[in-house]
């Protein structure tokens, strides 16, 4: 099965949204769980991950942000999750998301858009070995 690496992002597990979320993911007809852990991420893991964005304005306040308190990383596998997560996310700028989409319900601020979902299976290659180096 296709497998993708999903962070709920600091402002989803301190506005208490992270149940909601998995269960929208759950919820989707053959995709389950593969890991899951909260943890705060440190710099260096953040700035391996979001390496295509260095040198971007944007960078050093969402490395910051990232690091803010704890996420929920997880890699979930299943029926084209790669592109399912990414469509149940919904596009970057959460006012431009589509209400029923995570973004759109919950979000407003480009930074704080709630979740990461991998764009692509080299992307989802590429971050699971970031953040589960023993599972992949
Ligand atoms: P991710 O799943 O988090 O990678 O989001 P994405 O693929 O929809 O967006 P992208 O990879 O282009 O950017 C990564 C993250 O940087 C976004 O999720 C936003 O949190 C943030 N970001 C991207 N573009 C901007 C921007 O123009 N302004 C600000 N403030 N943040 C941005
Ligand atoms: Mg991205």
Excluded: C
């Excluded at 909601?20 to 053959?30: L, V, Y």
């Excluded at 960078?59 to 790669?82: K, N, T």
């Excluded at 596009?91 to 601020?109: M, W």
């Amino acid at each position: 099965p296709q497998r993708t690496l999903v962070i709920l992002k600091p402002d989803a597990v301190r506005r208490g949204l992270t149940g909601e979320i998995i269960g929208r993911i759950e919820r989707k007809a053959d995709w389950s769980l593969a890991a899951l852990e909260l943890r705060t991420l440190d710099r260096a893991t953040l700035e391996q991950h979001y390496a295509e964005h260095e040198g971007r304005p944007f960078y050093e306040p969402l490395v910051e942000f990232m690091a803010s308190g704890p996420s929920v990383v997880m890699v979930v596998e299943g029926e084209r999750v790669i592109e399912g997560v990414r469509a149940l996310a919904g596009p970057t700028d959460p006012i431009a998301a589509a209400p029923g989409s995570v973004r759109g319900d919950f979000g407003t601020i480009v930074r704080e858009n709630l979740i990461h979902a991998s764009d692509s299976e080299e992307s989802a290659e590429r971050e699971m070995k970031i953040f589960f180096p023993s599972f992949a």
